[in-house]
């Protein structure tokens, strides 16, 4: 099991998050402490870098985090939400 | 006989006002399907991804971009072209959304991560995250 960190500007993102994309938010951080390899590459170049992770029933939400394979840790370094209602 | 050729009987660039039509029309043949606006949407336009990335991300794109040029000049296909611009405007997407400043702290406490293994000062476990929200969705 992978130990999952937020950098200050993603715990501000995750905290501004609207309460109904909550719970599929904490599936999302489930998934990571697991199987971080799930995620996709945010840039398709660089394979070692960053990944992201959809989550919320429209997949509007977004985890942007840092996952090198030596590492136990998984750093969380953005979350992003799109608001489909407007 | 098509509608197209039908207008091209009834109305010429000489006789439009005269059989009724308030504006000039054509006869031209016109693809309404394959524009390429219809292709490729604005926010997939290599200007705008451009202008919306940050320093060395848009240096990345643009060598990626001039890159599969060349390769869609030789093989006369566009699909690397595609590629490239998908990738990169869902980066471009992400800077827009969180603002360029958070997005170039992001970067930069990225490569710090990468070369120390350590995460910036401030950072805290999923858990406490976890439970700070779970109090807020309780009340």
């Not at chain 1, 099991?1 to 501000?12: K, N, R």
């Not at chain 1, 996952?67 to 953005?78: F, S, Y």
């Not at chain 2, 098509?2 to 693809?31: D, L």
């Not at chain 2, 990169?88 to 120390?116: P, S």
């Amino acid at each position: 099991m992978y130990e999952v960190i937020l950098y200050e500007d993603a715990q501000d993102q995750a905290k501004a998050l609207p309460d109904d994309a909550l719970l599929s938010y904490f599936d999302a951080l489930d998934v990571l402490e697991l199987v971080p390899e799930n995620g996709l590459l945010y840039n398709n170049e660089k394979p070692d870098g960053l990944r992201e992770l959809l989550f919320g029933g429209s997949k509007q939400g977004k985890i942007t985090y840092l996952w090198p394979r030596r590492w136990q840790e998984v750093h969380i370094v953005a979350v992003t939400w799109l608001d489909l209602s407007g | 006989m098509t509608n197209a050729a039908a207008v091209a009987v009834v109305a010429t660039a000489e006789n439009v006002r005269s059989v009724g039509y308030r504006v000039n029309v054509t006869a031209e043949p016109v693809q309404p399907f394959f524009t390429p606006a219809q292709i490729l949407p604005p926010e997939l336009s290599p200007t705008a991804i451009r202008d919306a990335l940050i320093d060395e991300e848009r240096e990345e794109f643009l060598r990626a971009y001039h890159e599969a040029i060349a390769e869609a000049d030789r093989t006369i296909d566009l699909t690397r072209v595609l590629e490239v611009l998908t990738n990169y405007q869902r980066i471009a997407w992400l800077t827009k959304h969180q603002g360029v400043e958070v997005h170039r702290r992001m970067l930069d406490q990225v490569a710090h991560a990468q070369r120390t293994g350590e995460a910036p000062p401030g950072s805290v476990g999923a858990a406490e995250m976890r439970a700070l929200l779970r109090k807020r969705l309780a009340r």
